[in-house]
């Protein structure tokens, strides 16, 4: 038997379903509804391999839901905010080579294009051109008349955005507190695994602090540990020579600690 491409078959019906709107759905009064939506990807770079297993799992059940009888909203969105779009810009505009190889040489971005690429803004639409092409012709079942993207360029989703966490803080679902965060000194603001080139998985950890009176200065050695457990075992302290210690006040004690602690 002769092979065949399942490649014809499928942009025939990736575009059939796109020209006859068969995706399209408008409120139908009684019927059972339910809205699909996946997380949206960042607009910084083409979409891989990884966004169309994701993607796969959304349609496959939206389709599933359809056949239950069930009238299915899925749009399609777009992330526009954060710093994988801001910190392509900003690196770039420092001369970052290795950015400027990975869009032109893996991207295929023209490099006459380059020095746009300093405008978040011009970033996002851009990627957003390229990739919703990619996403039609995946053939996924999407309502294309609800597209949108996150940012106060869309005016709408920013309003929707701003009633929901209203809406959550007023049934008391946000509170403003203190806890630890990984910290970007340059930014001055905390910064969240997809905001980092470097260091995904990484979160704050809890050490204890034991304190060692020393009675020549009148203060305490500081030291952390993440198994405090084993304290009784202690025979000895380490101290880093070529780190610098500073005496400061913390919790009514006077401490010496190193500076970057």
């Given at each position: 038997?002769?092979?065949?491409?399942?490649?014809?078959?499928?942009?025939?019906?990736?575009?059939?379903?796109?020209?006859?709107?068969?995706?399209?759905?408008?409120?139908?009064?009684?019927?059972?509804?339910?809205?699909?939506?996946?997380?949206?990807?960042?607009?910084?770079?083409?979409?891989?391999?990884?966004?169309?297993?994701?993607?796969?799992?959304?349609?496959?059940?939206?389709?599933?839901?359809?056949?239950?009888?069930?009238?299915?909203?899925?749009?399609?969105?777009?992330?526009?905010?954060?710093?994988?779009?801001?910190?392509?810009?900003?690196?770039?505009?420092?001369?970052?080579?290795?950015?400027?190889?990975?869009?032109?040489?893996?991207?295929?971005?023209?490099?006459?294009?380059?020095?746009?690429?300093?405008?978040?803004?011009?970033?996002?639409?851009?990627?957003?051109?390229?990739?919703?092409?990619?996403?039609?012709?995946?053939?996924?079942?999407?309502?294309?008349?609800?597209?949108?993207?996150?940012?106060?360029?869309?005016?709408?989703?920013?309003?929707?955005?701003?009633?929901?966490?209203?809406?959550?803080?007023?049934?008391?679902?946000?509170?403003?507190?203190?806890?630890?965060?990984?910290?970007?000194?340059?930014c001055e603001s905390p910064t969240g695994d997809h905001d980092r080139l470097v260091g995904e998985g990484v979160s704050p950890e809890e050490y204890t602090l034991v304190y060692f009176k020393l009675d020549e200065y009148d203060a305490f050695l500081a030291a952390a540990t993440l198994r405090p457990e084993t304290i009784f075992?202690?025979?000895?302290?380490?101290?880093?020579?070529?780190?610098?210690?500073?005496?400061?006040?913390?919790?009514?004690?006077?401490?010496?600690?190193?500076?970057?602690?």
């Open positions: 038997m002769k092979a065949r491409s399942p490649i014809p078959y499928e942009e025939k019906w990736a575009r059939k379903w796109l020209e006859e709107r068969v995706f399209e759905v408008d409120p139908i009064p009684g019927a059972p509804k339910i809205f699909v939506c996946v997380p949206y990807s960042y607009q910084n770079a083409p979409l891989h391999v990884g966004h169309g297993f994701t993607y796969t799992r959304g349609d496959a059940y939206a389709r599933f839901k359809r056949m239950q009888g069930y009238n299915v909203l899925f749009p399609w969105a777009w992330h526009w905010t954060g710093e994988a779009v801001a910190g392509t810009c900003e690196r770039l505009k420092r001369g970052d080579e290795a950015v400027r190889r990975m869009l032109v040489e893996i991207d295929g971005v023209p490099e006459e294009l380059l020095e746009k690429f300093t405008d978040p803004a011009f970033v996002t639409r851009y990627y957003t051109e390229e990739n919703r092409e990619v996403v039609k012709a995946m053939g996924f079942s999407v309502d294309w008349r609800r597209e949108f993207y996150t940012t106060d360029l869309h005016p709408y989703y920013s309003r929707f955005i701003e009633w929901q966490y209203i809406t959550l803080r007023n049934l008391g679902y946000v509170a403003k507190g203190r806890h630890p965060v990984v910290w970007c000194p340059r075992g202690v025979t000895n302290i380490w101290i880093n020579p070529k780190s610098e210690y500073v005496l400061i006040e913390a919790d009514g004690r006077r401490l010496i600690v190193s500076r970057q602690a």
